[in-house]
């Protein structure tokens, strides 16, 4: 009875509320830090008119490698601390990105109903942020689960 339980169910939901708010915030920051730390990278303008300009402007320069490596280090930090929500906490992760790229992709068609003909292949690019996120989750759970079990 002494050794805690990593599957107890918490007497609380509000610590799962702060790391979803935690990971929402990081995950952005994972995307939008690589292209600004990176010497010489904002080099494109944002497309369109967007209503989120910083936010264009890093998905127009986006470095992919160190933006999924972050995600991917996010990940296995949020499925070491949450092991038992790692997968909604890798989900989360790309909510705030996705977000601001809805709010300028609503701007951009309300404007020009022209711009935006390839949105699927802009959603399917802002998604794949949440596949290494969700792999270091799940790696991340079960680096935890080794080190309890030893």
């Known amino acids: ?14 610590p799962l509320v702060g790391w979803s708010i935690f990971a929402a ?3 952005l920051c994972s995307v939008v830090l690589p292209p600004h730390l990176t010497p010489g990278a904002l080099v494109n303008p944002g497309y369109g008119h ?44 790309v909510s705030l990105p996705m ?13 020009d109903s022209t711009s ?3 949105f699927p292949f802009e959603i399917a690019m802002v998604l794949c942020f949440a596949l290494p996120s969700v792999a270091g989750g799940g790696i991340g759970r079960l680096i935890r689960w080794a080190i309890l079990r030893s």
Do not use: Y
């Not at 127009?60 to 092991?83: D, E």
């Not at 977000?99 to 404007?111: M, Y």
């Open 25 to 27: 915030v990081a995950g």
């Open 50 to 93: 967007p209503l989120v300009p910083w936010f264009a402007s890093v998905l127009a320069n986006l470095s992919f490698l160190p933006t999924l490596t972050a995600m991917f280090v996010l990940g296995a930090v949020l499925g070491l601390a949450q092991p038992r929500w790692w997968p909604l906490l890798g989900c989360l992760t």
């Open 116 to 118: 935006h003909n390839l």
């Open 99 to 111: 977000l601001f790229w809805g709010i300028n992709f609503v701007h951009d068609v309300t404007i």
């Open 1 to 14: 009875m002494g050794s805690p339980d990593q599957f107890q169910k918490p007497a609380t939901r509000w």
